[in-house]
């Protein structure tokens, strides 16, 4: 046999209709939860732009196969073995095939067991001798089988291949032509404004930082010793909950001042929060003459997702905020910054081949460098501010900065590196997401994690504590560099969208779960020329932190607001006690949809309720006595149990109704419309 009868074309062709259907797969798979937040329409300009780039992968691996083949191919020759192209086709299949089933029936039989390496070696040697087996029984239908198939898959190709054509003009009118909108300024260009007497509002949000782990509010840690400090002169909120347990809802809350059920943005891609372009907080900001600044490096957070951009007058990508760190990468990386420079304003699920759970997501994991060292410094972030800062905008300036750290991976740098924890197990990205994508496969299904995973996750929370020591530093380092520049008449506010879960058996945070982890946020407000510190125990809510950035700008705080406003409590003054809420409906659809899955907690008074809709499960725990709400109350306090839960079954049945009657209205507008 000679060279030419390893045609790349034939290999091409194949190794196209494969991954074809492969994404074609992914893509019905994928359909029921994309439809949860996002139209058909926007769904198809995903698939077309992952078909794209997708085919562009299946040509570049071609080449690689192409060439083993030709190598395989002359050494048979060499010493004389009659092994034909067709032979190392089926082979090559037979091994794919076999590998598939086994990693197949490995995730359906045993799900929860662990596969020691040795295992692993083991099915991939029985896969490779099975494989040339059953290839020897057949080799004298290896060419009739070769023959059939290129003829099978012809109409395939020429369908998938049209497709693609038809996604370019597709994707590039999303991508170049589609409109945009034009207010928010991509570099870091200052424009004048009215000048004002009003006070300038800095409002730092770090993600995933959880109160409880921080010294300020007691850990046994010293983790915040800047914060501490710097808390001494200003005003501490030691009660604050979180509208939710994960970004994308949580920050909707923070920007609008709505509950979830009300702006019903549910899940981590988003959608808009409702009449997110006119009820924001920047928005009513905008119209009273603030310049609005928003540097969020969580790209599920960003101002776009949250259908803000308009009323921030700078709001550069968050890919300009971090660091390239490896070429691959879900989070952060090379080729992930490109694809959202290019498209993750306009396209949904723009990483969709970097994804955790895709094929190519986990093959490029193999192969990527490992990253030791957090990959979005707040550095980047505070330093970015410092230099519109010294642009000197005129008038009043409101500026939110979202900071990714403490939220994993955990990977501080020297010197915070080790010092709660000197091991350097789980000391890198890969290593952490593994653990964190095992306690996924509990999460979801409302179950805790193997007691065999504790000792990891224990790990992992000196890792975070270490994390938060880091942000510490650097935001000691940011407000030195603030004074000098003796910026007056500003107010500073340090909150966190949410927290983050080492106990209960639940890592992390989304899902079902409400402890007080996930949900207990810090909430630090330090006024111009405050010199004496107060500290407030009411129980407070993430939406009220809107509210009050309204008042303090002396701006009228609006009826569609949820929250209110705290500058009372700040002047010394009452406020009557009112019941807290934080919720997730991650597995209800948005917009126009009841909710009918999920989980709300409730806080009044010493109590907490938490309620699973779904399990129509009640947990009740007296924060006061048990503050790590290991004793449930529902069987021995269920007067208290009863009371809570029929404030938040009238709640939700309340805003079920607002739900309804909003789809009714937008239903016959279009009707009218048409």
């Not at 700078?314 to 990468?329: D, K, M, V, Y």
């Not at 407000?479 to 007056?488: A, C, G, V, Y």
Request: glycine share 4%; proline share 5%.
């Amino acid at each position: 046999m000679n060279d030419t009868r390893v045609p790349y074309w034939q290999i091409a062709r194949l190794i196209f209709v494969l991954f074809s259907l492969y994404l074609l797969g992914d893509a019905f798979y994928r359909w029921d939860g994309f439809s949860y937040y996002a139209s058909f329409s926007e769904f198809l300009t995903t698939v077309a732009l992952t078909s794209i780039l997708w085919s562009s992968v299946a040509m570049m691996a071609s080449i690689p196969i192409w060439l083993s083949f030709k190598i395989c191919n002359r050494l048979f020759r060499l010493f004389r073995l009659e092994v034909a192209f067709e032979h190392l086709l089926i082979y090559t299949g037979l091994c794919i095939l076999f590998g598939f089933l086994a990693w197949r029936g490995k995730k359906y039989f045993l799900p929860d067991v662990h596969t020691a390496i040795q295992v692993k070696y083991a099915v991939f040697f029985c896969t490779a001798v099975g494989s040339a087996y059953i290839t020897w029984l057949l080799r004298s239908k290896a060419v009739q089988w070769t023959i059939t198939i290129q003829y099978r898959i012809t109409p395939l190709v020429w369908l998938f291949g049209i497709f693609v054509i038809l996604s370019v003009p597709l994707v590039s009118y999303h991508a170049w032509f589609k409109g945009t909108d034009e207010a928010v300024l991509k570099g870091t260009a200052v424009t004048a404004v009215t000048e004002r007497n009003n006070p300038n509002i800095i409002l730092v949000t770090f993600d995933a930082l959880a109160a409880r782990n921080m010294s300020l509010y007691g850990y046994q840690r010293d983790t915040t010793p800047f914060i501490r400090e710097w808390a001494k002169t200003a005003t501490v909120f030691t009660n604050t909950e979180a509208a939710s347990n994960f970004t994308t809802p949580s920050v909707a809350s923070l920007m609008t001042g709505k509950r979830v059920w009300t702006h019903q943005t549910y899940h981590i891609e988003g959608t808009r929060p409702i009449r997110s372009d006119t009820e924001s907080l920047p928005f009513l900001l905008k119209r009273d003459d603030y310049f609005n600044i928003a540097l969020v490096v969580n790209p599920f957070a960003s101002v776009e997702t949250l259908g803000m951009s308009g009323s921030f007058d700078i709001a550069p990508l968050a890919t300009e905020l971090s660091a390239s760190a490896s070429l691959f990468g879900w989070k952060f990386g090379v080729v992930d910054k490109m694809l959202y420079r290019a498209f993750g304003e306009k396209v949904r699920l723009h990483n969709w081949i970097l994804m955790n759970e895709f094929i190519f997501s986990r093959f490029l994991n193999l192969i990527s460098r490992n990253i030791s060292q957090t990959t979005v410094p707040p550095d980047k972030v505070f330093d970015r501010f410092l230099d519109i800062i010294d642009k000197k905008p005129e008038g009043p300036f409101f500026a939110w900065i979202h900071v990714f750290p403490p939220h994993d991976p955990y990977l501080p740098p020297k010197p915070h590196k080790g010092e709660f924890n000197p091991s350097l197990e789980l000391r890198t990205y890969k290593s952490q997401e593994k653990v964190i994508e095992e306690s996924y496969k509990y999460l979801f299904q409302y179950r805790r994690y193997s007691e065999e995973m504790q000792p990891s996750v224990d790990l992992m929370k000196d890792y975070y504590d270490e994390s938060i020591k880091y942000i510490d530093k650097k935001f000691d380092n940011f407000i030195q560099e603030l004074n000098k520049r003796k910026i007056e008449d500003t107010v500073i506010i340090l909150s966190a969208d949410h927290g983050e879960s080492f106990e209960h058996g639940y890592f992390t945070h989304g899902g079902p779960f409400l402890y007080e982890q996930v949900t207990h946020i810090p909430l630090i407000v330090k006024e111009p020329g405050q010199t004496e510190g107060r500290t407030i125990d009411q129980h407070v809510e993430q939406i009220d932190i809107p509210a009050t950035v309204l008042q303090l700008a002396d701006v009228p705080v609006p009826s569609w607001m949820e929250g209110r406003s705290l500058v009372p409590l700040l002047r010394g003054e009452k406020l009557t006690s009112k019941p807290v809420y934080s919720m997730n409906f991650q597995d209800n659809r948005s917009r126009g949809h009841q909710v009918t899955k999920g989980s709300i907690a409730l806080w009044e008074g010493d109590y907490k309720l938490i309620y699973y809709l779904e399990k129509n499960e009640s947990l009740l725990f007296n924060l006061i006595n048990d503050p790590d709400e290991l004793d449930n109350l529902i069987d021995k306090e269920p007067g208290i149990g009863q009371h809570l839960l029929s404030l938040i079954l009238d709640n939700l049945k309340k805003a079920n109704k607002r739900i309804k009657m909003q789809r009714e209205d937008h239903i016959m507008s279009f009707n009218e419309a048409r």
